[in-house]
T-cell receptor, first 111, second 114 residues
Framework: DAKTTQPNSMESNEEEPVHLPCNHS???????IHWYRQLPSQGPEYVIH???SNVNNRMASLAIAEDRKSSTLILHRATLRDAAVYYC????????????FGTGTSLTVIP | KAGVTQTPRYLIKTRGQQVTLSCSPI?????VSWYQQTPGQGLQFLFE???????NKGNFPGRFSGRQFSNSRSEMNVSTLELGDSALYLC?????????????FGDGTRLSIL
């Protein structure tokens, strides 16, 4: 299994930035780092992904360590709608859509 | 653009029955994957189909099977249902299943076994 390690839970105040960490020390050079989030009673939702360089999109930013053994998902201003379980996943080549979901980080946003 | 559609949303069956779940991917997507989500085991990969062929398979018994049609729509079947099969079954699609592609998930079918 492509292993990632995340904290079980985190809290953030509304309208403050949130940094969600992920360790993936066994990552290979061709493995992409994906982040998804899941709100209650919904399927996972794609957030962002990257390979080596930091990435930005309208939802979040992804900061990837130089050695690629860790990454951080950054939500710039947390809102109540960002309360969800966040999953950090390695996407390996030649495995189709075979994602290994860990337990993820449950993010609580405090009004 | 329509998202991934899964039907039915809810299903109740009894032990020993069989069930078929359906997934319509995003238009143009040819890779479809299935996942099982339970409180105890989390999200687990079942299998992936691409161009009507099963390309990858997770660690589930043979009671779990699937297929994909020429229009990329997919079905999964579970035979001889057990209480432990109660779960949320999720389908995801992507263009061709490459590691650089996001997967788009449906909202799942919640299966309850009595």
């Amino acid at each position: 299994d492509a292993k990632t390690t995340q904290p079980n839970s985190m809290e953030s105040n509304e309208e403050e930035p949130v940094h969600l960490p992920c360790n993936h020390s066994t990552i290979s050079g061709t493995d992409y780092i994906h982040w998804y989030r899941q709100l209650p009673s919904q399927g996972p939702e794609y957030v962002i992904h990257g390979l080596t360089s930091n990435v930005n999109n309208r939802m979040a930013s992804l900061a990837i360590a130089e050695d690629r053994k860790s990454s951080t998902l950054i939500l710039h201003r947390a809102t109540l709608r960002d309360a969800a379980v966040y999953y950090c996943i390695l996407s390996l080549p030649n495995t189709g859509n075979q994602f290994y979901f860990g337990t993820g980080t449950s993010l609580t946003v405090i009004p | 653009k329509a998202g991934v559609t899964q039907t039915p949303r809810y299903l109740i069956k009894t032990r020993g029955q069989q069930v078929t779940l359906s997934c319509s991917p995003i238009s143009g997507h040819r890779s479809v994957s299935w996942y099982q989500q339970t409180p105890g085991q989390g999200l687990q990969f079942l299998f992936e189909y691409f161009s009507e062929t099963q390309r990858n398979k997770g660690n589930f018994p043979g009671r779990f099977s699937g297929r994909q049609f020429s229009n990329s729509r997919s079905e999964m079947n579970v035979s001889t249902l057990e209480l432990g099969d109660s779960a949320l079954y999720l389908c995801a699609s992507s263009l061709d299943g490459g590691p650089n592609q996001p997967q788009h998930f449906g909202d799942g079918t919640r299966l309850s076994i009595l």
